[in-house]
């Protein structure tokens, strides 16, 4: 009986603030002679239940925020903090479909070769060998791998196939054949590179290649000079430590024969292509639409970026002895790294930028991540917005995992087929798998990539409480113009190419030659497309480079960094 009347109380209180609120802010021009009656008689009532009313327990204190007030402007405040950032469950489109990139119909991936690049029977010379051992884990050994045979034609060299690590953090067993198609990677660059499985012998001597590196972003003089002397005296020269130890500018038949390699002659093995398939498959049975998040939110991480997200002492030291693993990191200054925008969006700020986007509580996300720092209890909040929420592990059971769960390499290969089938993937660090995927899904037809503006994201998310969920919405899609994986976002040239292939993609026209549009080698293609409006936002596009982009010499740290640290241990 008592919890009936203190609820009805507790309504009609709520009734007469509604009211009050009303008369006094919505029509206080009309009733200005008013206002001292009307707050004179609220504050009547406020004392009369505040003194007669039975004492509100601590499960309903949540319904109440009783407020003193002299001329109605707390009354004000207060009522607009109760509605002022409410997440919705639907997400507000951005400006039409959110599911597709707006001009991606303009542009193609061409990767063909001209005239003047020389075969592989013109190129190669007889004894010469070049060996590659590659470094770190699948994505950063992928980009060894493509460079390795760019490498092989600079140095006129027969390439060996290349070795993976299975050396440093991952301890991965798994060789070259058990990761790619061998027989597909030898066949398909043939014609540009001749590739061997092993390196032969002369009489009944196996030939000892000769071990040395090259230093990062190598051009193709540096090669040259470096390491052609040493492989015209010794036949065979391994290089170790193979990543990024190609340069971003190299002449356009270099560039696109490193896309024959990326996007054609790197295929993974029928196992993995079957189990990525299956997890695709399953997701697709349940929705027609998906969005693959590359989360980067695991303990190692957040500890080399040296952020903090708020955890007190616990978080200092959980993080701080994992740090310790990394001698040569420098002390960083947390807040400076946030502000600037080096550190990964928590779970739950991914899930707001989401919202924000326009992708509502229906929509199923595919993760890919490992240990999530903090568990479920970080996880939480990204669930709550998004429920229909997936993992490989929640989509196969261990048995069909089983020949893939002890290996890293199999595993990242698996979560690298779901984000490339995915409609639209968002990554949440500038690492290698996140920059290989937008190079990837740039060639294929612009699939939407979406890359956080954590510098902009961030001064939004401190003060996302002082605002409307409107305001908030709105704020978060102007930041992340030019980060959405439109094309044209980068100039040609600029950041890192696997990231932004730029000699690779072409310009749709007339012409029958598709190959020959490359905007990276003749911008004025562009001239000759279709004089329409969306011609010229491409056009437009072209000119300026969107805030936030770096070139390589501005990048300070990556997944490289990261895992260069990594082998050092």
């Given amino acids: 009986m008592k919890r009936r009347k203190q609820r009805s109380h507790e309504k009609l209180f709520l009734l007469l603030q509604i009211i009050v609120h009303t008369l006094i802010f919505k029509r206080r021009r009309r009733i200005h002679h008013l206002i001292p009656l009307l707050s004179a008689l609220s504050g009547g009532l406020l004392f009369f239940f505040v003194l007669f009313s039975p004492p509100i327990t601590s499960q309903h204190h949540h ?26 469950m639907g997400g507000g489109s951005l400006s039409g479909d959110i599911w597709t990139s707006k001009q991606s119909i303009l542009y193609h991936g061409c990767s063909n070769s001209s005239d003047k690049f020389p075969s592989a029977e013109v190129n190669t010379h007889p004894n010469r060998y070049l060996m590659i051992a590659t470094s770190g884990g699948l994505n950063q050994q992928r980009t060894g791998i493509v460079d390795a045979v760019v490498a092989a034609h600079i140095l006129n060299a027969v390439l060996v196939v290349p070795k993976l690590d299975q050396k440093s953090y991952w301890k991965d067993s798994s060789n070259f054949s058990e990761i790619f198609d061998v027989d597909r990677f030898i066949s398909h660059l043939s014609k540009d590179v001749k590739i061997i499985r092993d390196i032969p012998r002369i009489g009944d001597k196996v030939i000892t290649p000769y071990t040395t590196r090259v230093p990062r972003k190598c051009n193709a003089k540096c090669y040259q000079t470096r390491i052609l002397p040493i492989l015209k005296k010794k036949h065979a020269v391994q290089l170790t430590k193979f990543d990024y130890r190609l340069s971003n500018r190299l002449d356009i038949d270099m560039q696109k024969l490193r896309c024959r390699v990326n996007f054609h002659a790197l295929k993974f093995t029928d196992p ?143 979560d690298f087929m779901v984000c490339d089938e995915s409609d639209v993937f968002v990554s949440n660090n500038n690492g290698n798998m996140a920059r290989m995927l937008a190079g990837r899904r740039r060639y294929f037809g612009h699939k939407p990539t979406i890359r956080p503006n954590a510098k902009k994201l961030y001064k939004l998310f401190l003060s996302r409480n002082n605002m409307t969920w409107e305001e908030f ?56 497309i279709d004089t329409g409006s969306s011609t010229n936002i491409a056009r437009r596009d072209m000119v300026e480079v969107t805030d936030g982009q770096t070139s390589e010499e501005e990048q300070e740290w990556s997944d490289t960094e990261y895992m260069e640290n990594e082998l050092e241990i």
């Fill in 272 to 414: 993995i292509i079957e189990m990525g398939r299956k997890l695709v498959e399953r997701i697709r049975m349940k929705s027609k639409h998906f969005v693959a998040l590359h989360l980067r939110f695991e303990p190692d991480m957040l500890a080399f970026s040296g952020c903090y997200y708020g955890g007190g002492d616990k978080e200092t030291k959980e993080l701080g002895k994992i740090r310790k693993r990394w001698k040569t990191l420098h002390a960083r200054n947390p807040d400076k790294e946030r502000r600037h925008g080096k550190c990964p969006l928590t779970p739950e700020e991914i899930g707001l930028m989401l919202r924000a986007l326009g992708f509502g509580n229906d929509v199923h996300i595919y993760v890919a991540s490992g240990e999530i720092y903090g568990g479920e209890e970080t996880l939480a909040p990204l669930k709550a917005l998004f429920p229909n929420f997936y993992s490989k592990e929640t989509i196969a059971s261990k048995e069909e995992l089983a020949p893939f769960s002890s290996f890293s390499s199999r595993m990242a290969a698996l």
């Fill in 473 to 528: 919405a709105s704020q978060v899609r102007t930041s992340q113009i030019g980060f959405m994986g439109e094309p044209m976002e980068v100039k040609p040239g600029r950041g890192e190419f696997h990231e932004n292939p730029s000699a690779c993609i072409c310009a749709d026209s007339d012409s029958n030659d598709r190959e020959d549009a490359s905007l990276f080698g003749t911008p004025s293609i562009i001239s000759e």
């Fill in 63 to 88: 319904l109440i925020n009783p407020i003193w007030f002299n001329n109605g402007t707390e009354l004000q405040m207060n009522l607009q903090k109760e509605h002022v950032f409410r997440v919705p």
